[in-house]
Nanobody, 114 residues
């Protein structure tokens, strides 16, 4: 059974940086899109960034220029480098792999606060 495991969340001050990582355990193939979503309390889950197997990226307007998504196709991992963090970036961050099936991680909390 495939599981996605996120790591790297935590508490950071405004202006700080965090790096999130997501790795798949179990056999997983033909993942076309890897993505990060986030969900703040009382709000819907929204796309933060995505990257295709060919390396094409897409970012939410609110994070452009501050976040960078990257992936390792051989290892089936995806990272999200977050810089210049703002309090409004506070949310639970979920990784998502899309291919023949759709996989979700359990989420990792990111809190931006002084």
């Amino acid at each position: 059974q495939v599981q996605l495991v996120e790591s790297g969340g935590g508490l950071v001050q405004p202006g700080g940086s965090l790096r999130l990582s997501c790795a798949a355990s179990g056999s997983i193939f033909s993942i076309y899109v890897m993505a990060w979503y986030r969900q703040a309390p009382g709000k819907q889950r929204n796309l933060v960034a995505s990257i295709t197997s060919g390396g094409s990226t897409n970012y939410a307007n609110s994070v452009k220029g501050r976040f960078t998504i990257s992936r390792d196709n051989a290892k089936n991992t995806v990272d999200l480098q977050m810089s210049s963090l703002k309090p409004e970036d506070t949310a639970v961050y979920y990784c998502n792999f899309r291919g023949p099936a759709n996989y979700w991680g359990q989420g990792t909390q990111v809190t931006v606060s002084s």
